[in-house]
C-alpha cells in the first residue's frame, strides 16, 4: 500500500511553499508534456548552466544508478581509470571485470536514432567501464544522429562496436541469460509518429514468448531485465497512448518494461492511458535542471499535476467549530427502491466531515429511507419547487445528485432547479445523462459544479472530444485524456473529473491534476458497483465544508483511492467511507 508519509515527506520537499488560490498545492508533483521537458531544458543550457552534452551523461548515470538500485545485485563500481559517476565500492579481491564475469553481467542496448539513443550510448559506455559485457544496435543512421548522441556514439566507438540494428538480435540465445539487461532506448519524448518497421518491435514477442515459457516461469527473475530510457519506445510521452501504424503489417507485441528511468520530472505519458503498463516501475533521476522561475511563472496553469496528498490542515477540523462551521450537504435520492446510492453518498459527505446532510427523498420513498439511516436526515422533497424552496435556506451549501435519479422529466427538472440555486454542486451518474440530452440544462451548469463522469458518460456528455481520445493516434503528441478534460471543462464551464485508473480533474481555466491509481497505489478492486456514488458524497462533503470545486474534487479523488487501499481485496462500496476514519488518523498523525 502507498506510504502517504513518505508520499508527504518527499512531495512536500519538492513543491514546498507552492500554493495555489485553493490553497490545495503542496503535495503535487508535476507532469511534464514533452514540450514543456524541452522547454526547460533548453532555458537551462542556454542560460549557460549547463550543456546538452552535460545533461545527457547525468542522464545515462541516472539509468546506472537506478538499475543498480533496482537490482542491487548487478553493481559493479568502475574499473580502475574508468569515469563512471557511481561512487566506486569498497576495494575487494576481485576487479570489477572478475565480478561481472562471476556474475555474467552483459547489457544489450538498443539505440534509436534521437538523443533517447545517446543516452543509451552513455549507458552502454557506463556499464563497460564497470566490466559489463555490453552489446550496441543502433536503430537508424549514425551520420544523422543530433550532435550530443553523435558524440556519445563516438565515444562508444572508442571501447566498442555498434551494429546495425536488424531485429533479429533477439535470435541470440545469449540475450535471455540471467542478470542480462536489456536497455530500450530506442524512442523518449521525441517520437513523433507509429514505429512502421516491424522489426523495430519485433522482438518484443520473441521475449514475451520467452518469459512465458515453461522453463522460464518458475525463474526467480524473468530475464532479461528490461529498463527503458525515459520512456517505454512506442509510447507517447503526451498521452501515454501507443502510437500504432494506420496498417501495422503484424500484430506487434508491445514492450513493457520492468523499470523505466525518466528525468527531471515524469511525464504525462507515465500516468495517463496505457503508460502505466508499459513503464513497469518509473524512477525519477534528477539531472541537475534548475527552476526557471520566469517560465514556470507563465505557465503554470499548463503544467498537469499529479496529486499526491492533501494538505493535512485543510482536513483536519478546526477547535471551537459547530456543525454548521462545516457546511450542510443536500444529497437527492431517487425513487422507492433506488435509495441506496443516495444513502451511500449522503453516508461519504458526512464521514468526509460535512456538518450537516439531508437526505432530499420522494414522499414515496421516505419511510424506506427513513429505515436505514441515523445521522443523516431527512426533508420530503416531491418536484423541482419543493427543492427550490428548501434551497431558499442559504444553510444548505452543498448539493450532490445523479445517483439513482432517474431519467425521467421530474428528475430533469430537479437537475434545472439545484442547478438554478447557484450553490455548490456534484453531478454524477443519471444527472450526467440528463445534461447530455438537453443543451438548456447543460447551459445551466455553472463555476461552482464538478461533473464526474465515467467514461461512458464522458462519451455521452462530450462525444466530439471523446471521438477524438479514442480514435488510435497515427502522430504524436497523441490527443490525451488531460487535452480532453481539459476542454470539456472549459465546455462545460466547470470542474469536470473523467474517472479511471488516471482520473483526470480540469478546472476550464485549464488547471489539471491526475489523481493515479496506478504503480504502488493501483486499486482494481475500487471499480465496484457504487462506489462512484460514494465519490459523489465525498466531493459533496467536501463542498460543504468549503473546499473549492477543484480542490474538492482531487481530495475526495485521493482519498477514495486511500480507503480502497487501507480495505484491500473484497471491498464493497459500502466499505470505502467507513476507511475514512482511519485514513484521516493516519494523515493528521503526520508530524
Ligand atoms: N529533454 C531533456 O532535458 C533531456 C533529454 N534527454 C533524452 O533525449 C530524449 C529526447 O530526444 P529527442 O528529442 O532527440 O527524441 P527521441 O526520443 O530520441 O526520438 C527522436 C528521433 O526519433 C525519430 N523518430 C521519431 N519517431 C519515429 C518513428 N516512429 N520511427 C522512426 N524514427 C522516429 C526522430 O526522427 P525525425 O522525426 O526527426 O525524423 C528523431 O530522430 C529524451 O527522451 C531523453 O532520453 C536526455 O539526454 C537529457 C535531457
Ligand atoms: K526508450
Request: hydrophobic share 45%.
Amino acid at each position: 500500500m502507498a506510504d502517504s508519509r513518505n508520499t508527504i515527506k518527499k512531495t512536500s520537499k519538492r513543491l514546498k511553499g507552492v500554493r495555489n488560490e485553493n490553497f490545495v498545492a503542496e503535495f503535487m508533483t508535476e507532469l511534464l508534456s514533452a514540450a514543456q521537458m524541452r522547454a526547460i531544458e533548453q532555458a537551462a543550457i542556454e542560460s549557460g548552466e549547463v550543456t546538452g552534452l552535460e545533461l545527457m551523461e547525468r542522464a545515462g548515470q541516472g539509468v546506472v544508478e537506478a538499475i543498480f538500485a533496482e537490482w542491487p545485485e548487478l553493481a559493479v563500481s568502475p574499473a580502475a581509470g574508468g569515469e563512471g559517476g557511481v561512487a566506486p565500492r569498497p576495494a575487494g579481491p576481485d576487479s570489477p571485470q572478475d565480478i561481472c564475469e562471476q556474475k555474467k553481467l552483459r547489457a544489450v542496448v538498443l539505440c534509436g536514432p534521437g538523443n533517447n539513443g545517446g543516452d543509451g550510448f552513455v549507458v552502454a559506455r557506463l556499464l563497460k567501464e564497470r566490466g559489463w559485457e555490453v552489446e550496441v544496435f543502433l536503430y537508424g543512421d549514425a551520420g544523422k544522429l543530433p550532435p550530443d548522441a553523435k558524440a556519445n556514439y563516438e565515444r562508444w566507438l572508442e571501447m566498442g562496436e555498434v551494429t546495425e540494428y536488424d531485429g533479429e538480435f533477439w535470435m541470440d540465445p545469449s540475450i535471455y541469460r540471467e542478470d542480462s539487461v536489456l536497455v530500450d532506448a530506442l524512442f523518449g519524448t521525441g517520437l513523433t509518429r507509429p514505429v512502421e518497421n516491424f522489426n523495430a518491435f519485433g522482438w518484443v514477442t520473441q521475449l514475451t514468448e520467452w518469459r512465458l515459457s515453461p522453463e522460464n516461469r518458475g525463474a526467480a527473475y524473468p530475464a532479461p531485465r528490461v529498463v527503458s530510457v525515459d520512456m517505454p519506445s512506442g509510447v507517447c510521452a503526451d498521452s501515454g497512448r501507443r502510437l500504432y501504424s494506420a496498417d501495422p503489417p503484424f500484430d506487434l507485441e508491445e514492450i513493457s518494461a520492468d523499470l523505466t528511468v525518466t528525468f527531471h520530472s515524469k511525464k504525462l505519458g507515465h500516468v495517463l492511458a496505457v503508460g502505466p503498463y508499459y513503464s513497469g516501475k518509473v524512477v525519477v533521476q534528477d539531472i541537475g535542471l534548475c527552476e526557471d522561475h520566469e517560465w514556470r511563472k507563465a505557465n503554470w496553469k499548463q503544467i498537469a499535476k499529479q496529486f499526491d496528498a492533501p494538505f493535512v490542515g485543510l482536513l483536519a477540523k478546526g477547535y471551537g467549530g459547530h456543525k454548521y462551521s462545516h457546511g450542510h450537504a443536500l444529497i437527492l435520492s431517487g425513487r422507492p427502491g433506488r435509495t441506496g446510492a443516495a444513502r451511500m453518498a449522503a453516508r461519504g459527505a458526512l464521514r468526509i466531515g460535512a456538518g450537516l446532510v439531508t437526505l432530499a427523498v420522494p414522499p414515496a420513498a421516505q419511510a424506506e429511507v427513513a429505515a436505514q439511516v441515523t445521522a443523516i436526515m431527512l426533508r420530503r422533497v416531491g418536484d423541482a419547487t419543493a427543492l427550490t424552496k428548501v434551497l431558499e435556506d442559504a444553510r444548505f451549501n452543498a448539493i450532490g445528485l445523479g445517483p439513482a435519479l432517474g431519467l425521467d422529466a421530474g428528475a430533469a427538472a430537479l437537475v434545472a432547479a439545484a442547478l438554478e440555486a447557484g450553490r455548490a454542486s456534484v453531478l454524477d451518474a443519471d444527472a450526467l445523462t440528463l445534461l447530455a440530452q438537453d443543451a438548456a440544462l447543460f447551459s445551466k451548469l455553472h463555476e461552482n459544479c464538478v461533473l464526474t463522469p465515467h467514461a461512458g458518460e464522458f462519451r455521452r456528455l462530450f462525444p466530439d472530444i471523446a471521438a477524438k481520445l479514442e480514435t488510435a493516434p497515427v502522430q504524436g503528441p497523441a490527443y490525451s485524456k488531460v487535452d480532453a478534460v481539459r476542454e470539456a471543462a472549459k465546455r462545460a464551464g466547470c470542474v469536470v473529473l473523467f474517472k479511471g485508473p488516471d482520473t483526470v480533474i480540469a478546472a476550464p481555466d485549464g488547471r489539471c491534476s491526475i489523481n493515479s491509481a496506478q504503480y504502488e497505489r493501483a486499486a482494481p478492486w475500487l471499480a465496484t458497483a457504487g462506489s462512484g456514488d460514494v465519490l459523489t458524497g465525498f466531493i459533496a462533503g467536501l463542498l460543504a465544508r468549503g473546499f473549492a470545486p477543484q480542490s474538492a474534487a482531487e481530495t475526495a479523488a485521493w482519498l477514495h483511492v486511500e480507503c480502497a487501499l487501507e480495505f484491500g481485496p473484497g471491498l464493497m462500496a459500502e466499505d470505502l467511507s467507513e476507511q475514512l476514519p482511519k485514513v484521516f488518523r493516519r494523515l493528521l498523525s503526520q508530524p
